[in-house]
């Protein structure tokens, strides 16, 4: 199985800054079936990014993805006060379907 | 619009069964699978399975093989998951998820908790 590790765990930083969110897998995700989602408190999950870096249906474009083979990172250009909640990264390439442990985003 | 509504919350004895549903709605039902994530308390999202709406193939992950099983009924539109064996541990947010690949969107997410 893919193991999916994310790093920091929390990120703490002002609105109008740039955030990085890395996600590490364990081993190669083929084809880069690699998406992103946010989730806050008491909600599901929405999907940010497909395919590493083509962003869904109404995702603003301050949030991109990079990357392929085992490191993959989201970007927040510049951070709005809704974007502070958690992000996980899931890879969709091989059976089973895996998600890291999240990165918590919060206003410092 | 794309939508999937679950059933409501449960409560359950250890050793119980129990049986989520999920009404999707918005798009044709058989063109996509489900799936279904559980997400128990400070703990990551763990997939547990899915199926292809139309013709009804399943994929469970190992770790829940033998104790999950995944149905739909095109008739309604729906989607459900059968969890068996319940312990504590399986005290969590069930969710369930349009896909192909990636999940988009998630229903709204259904507690269970098992306690005796």
Redesign the interface.
């Known amino acids: 199985e893919i193991v999916l590790t994310q790093s920091p765990g929390t990120l703490s930083l002002s609105p109008g800054e740039r955030a990085t969110l890395s996600c590490r897998a364990s081993q190669s995700v083929s084809s880069s079936?690699l998406?992103w989602?946010q989730q806050k408190p008491g909600q599901?999950?929405?999907?940010l990014i497909?395919?590493a870096s083509s962003r869904?249906t109404g995702i603003p474009d301050r949030f991109s993805g990079s990357g392929s083979g085992t490191d993959f990172t989201l970007t927040i250009s510049r951070l709005e006060p809704e974007d502070f909640a958690v992000y996980?990264c899931?890879q969709?390439g091989s059976?089973?379907?895996?998600?890291?442990?999240?990165t918590r985003l919060e206003i410092k | 619009q794309v939508q999937l509504v679950q059933s409501g919350a449960e409560v359950r004895k250890p050793g119980a069964s129990v049986k989520v549903s999920c009404k999707a709605s918005g798009y044709t039902f058989t063109t996509y699978a489900i799936h279904w994530v559980r997400q128990a308390p400070g703990q990551r999202l763990e997939w547990m399975g899915w199926i292809h709406a139309g013709i009804g193939d399943t994929k469970y992950s190992q770790k829940f093989q033998g104790r999950v099983t995944i149905t739909r009924d095109t008739s309604t539109s729906t989607a459900y998951m059968d969890l068996s064996g319940l312990r504590s541990e399986d005290t969590a947010v069930y969710y369930c998820a349009r896909g192909g690949n990636y999940f988009d969107p998630w229903g709204q997410g259904t507690l269970v908790t098992v306690s005796s």
Do not use: K, V
């Not at chain 1, 599901?44 to 999907?47: F, S």
């Not at chain 1, 059976?95 to 999240?102: A, D, L, M, R, V």
């Open positions: 079936y998406a989602y599901a999950p929405r999907l497909s395919g869904a996980y899931q969709y059976s089973p379907i895996t998600f890291g442990q999240g």
